[in-house]
């Protein structure tokens, strides 16, 4: 059976249930602390995943100390070696401050994960939107190639997640998007609500150039099971959550669990 490393960080708080999402779709977990770069090294792993939460408090800002922890030296060589990589909200700030992605220079800072832009408020960011993945995406990111085209529903919590780059960086971003905030309908989106952040080019989450390292800011294992999609939700989703019972909701995968089960493909889990 494949096998992932969840990488835990002082103030890490998704961990377990990133951990159980690999394990429901038939790839092996362990979390390793930020000081376990001996058993982490020894072992390897074929992916690797740094989950949500507020690594060292957030403090100077989010990500910037936990990228510079001596594991993401082993993961970023992982990554360069082209081991699949996932970063989901803190671990997404994690990636782009480890110079990860875009990847433009590996190594160097190229992106940022700035301030929510939100109308009459800042700060902190909860709910759930819409996301989709690119086609040149599904085709390359080994955490999006059982996606499909349609829109998910999945939930945000951050307080960081506008992706944004220096003006002269900005013709070159387009190719390195694999997920983008959208309508229910896929349909690009009209703004906030539909871009909860304000994020450049509605970009939900964003990819090296190889496709196997991703940072994502929605949060995927939060909406692994259907039960944990909102009632009110609309679309397709909403629709199979309302009218499902409740042996179903039990039983049934959501719509995050497509992230986790595109790496299972990749890795040849059947």
Not at 147 to 162: K, L, V
Not at 174 to 192: E, F, K, M, R
Not at 208 to 235: F, K, Y
Request: with cysteine; aromatic share 8%; glycine share 12%.
């Amino acid at each position: 059976m494949p096998r992932a490393a969840v990488i835990r960080f002082p103030g890490s708080n998704c961990e377990f249930e990133t951990a159980r999402a690999l394990k429901n779709s038939g790839v092996d977990a362990r979390i390793y602390n930020w000081n376990d770069i001996g058993k982490l090294s020894d072992a390897r792993a074929d992916a690797y995943v740094l989950p949500g939460g507020f690594s060292f408090q957030d403090r100077i800002r989010a990500g910037v100390i936990a990228a510079r922890e001596e594991i993401m030296d082993l993961v970023f060589e992982e990554a360069m070696n082209g081991k699949p990589v996932l970063g989901i909200c803190n671990g997404a700030q994690v990636l782009l401050e480890s110079g990860l992605v875009p990847g433009w220079k590996p190594g160097s800072v190229q992106g940022a994960l700035a301030g929510n832009l939100a109308p009459g408020r800042s700060g902190y960011l909860s709910g759930w939107i819409h996301l989709k993945a690119g086609p040149d995406a599904i085709q390359k990111c080994p955490w999006l190639c059982a996606m499909g085209t349609d829109s998910i529903p999945a939930p945000i919590a951050h307080a960081e997640g506008r992706f944004v780059f220096r003006e002269e960086d900005m013709g070159k971003v387009g190719g390195h998007i694999g997920l983008t905030y959208c309508g229910v309908d896929g349909s690009a989106p009209q703004g906030w609500p539909e871009n909860p952040n304000g994020s450049v080019l509605d970009i939900a989450g964003l990819m090296n150039s190889e496709g196997n390292v991703l940072a994502m800011m929605p949060h995927p294992e939060r909406s692994l099971h259907l039960w944990q999609v909102p009632p009110d939700t609309p679309g397709h989703w909403g629709d199979l959550r309302r009218n499902s019972s409740l042996k179903d909701l039990e039983e049934n995968p959501g719509p995050g669990a497509v992230i986790f089960k595109s790496l299972a493909k990749h890795l040849g889990v059947e």
